[in-house]
């Protein structure tokens, strides 16, 4: 499948824990993306990461990207009710860099 | 800052019939995406338009799925004749370059149901 995969596909966790996605993917790539979808609704994006950098921040967020294992993680800390949702990376590759693929997601749900 | 608009946000259809959705785009936004996001899964991505111009559509399934951008502004999206594992959302999303790297801005999706 050109699609990679995320782990967990679920995850329930307690407020004020701390929530970690992985990503994985299959090619090439010049940049990776999260994305949140609340049910029911479009996406948003979260972050952007390029395939030169290793980790960034942004609020809670924390992404991390190896290329050598071809694989990504979002941290988000202190996680809140209002944080549940769908959460997917998706990439754009090297050759036909202009398309985005999205993982599988992971659902979040965070308890209170 | 007004964002991707999609009509109709839902559409109960019989096998067979054709349906069409709409999206316009972030105004200035010169990349437009449709994606087929069936339940429980990541988004799947149908075309790509550069302007109106096709970048990508080997995911589409040519022989029932249609996608126009006239103008290079708003798209529409039509399936004749639908079948029932087109049951799913289609959301639309723009983006600002067409090339690489840029976040996407997705419209609500429209929701179709194929009895």
């Known amino acids: 499948s050109q699609q990679g995969e995320e782990d967990p596909q679920a995850l329930s966790i307690q407020e004020g824990e701390n929530a970690t996605m992985n990503c994985s993917y299959k090619?090439?790539?010049?940049?990776l993306q999260w994305y949140r979808q609340n049910s029911g609704r479009g996406l948003v994006h979260l972050i952007l990461i390029r395939s030169n950098e290793r980790e960034k921040h942004s609020g809670r967020l924390r992404v991390t990207l190896d290329t050598s294992k071809k694989s990504s993680s979002l941290l988000i800390t202190a996680s809140r009710a209002a944080d549940t949702a769908s959460y997917f990376c998706?990439?754009?590759?090297?050759?036909?860099?202009?398309?985005?693929?999205f993982g599988q997601g992971t659902r979040l749900t965070i308890n209170p | 800052e007004a964002g991707v608009a999609q009509s109709p946000r839902y559409k109960i259809i019989e096998k067979r019939q054709s349906v069409a959705f709409w999206c316009n785009p972030i105004?200035?936004?010169?990349?437009l995406y449709w994606y087929q996001q069936i339940l429980g899964q990541g988004p799947k991505l149908l075309i790509q338009?550069?302007?109106?111009?096709?970048?990508?559509d080997s995911q589409l399934p040519k022989d029932r799925f249609s996608a126009e951008r006239l103008k290079g502004v708003d798209s529409t999206l039509k399936i004749q004749p639908a079948k029932l594992e087109d049951s799913a959302v289609y959301l639309c999303?723009?983006?600002?370059?067409?090339?690489?790297?840029?976040?996407?801005?997705f419209g609500e999706g429209s929701r179709l149901t194929v009895l």
């Open positions: 105004s200035g936004h010169a990349t």
């Open positions: 338009f550069q302007n109106n111009g096709v970048v990508d």
């Open positions: 998706a990439w754009t590759g090297i050759q036909g860099a202009q398309k985005l693929v």
């Open positions: 999303a723009s983006r600002f370059t067409g090339g690489s790297g840029g976040e996407l801005f």
């Open positions: 090619t090439s790539i010049n940049n």
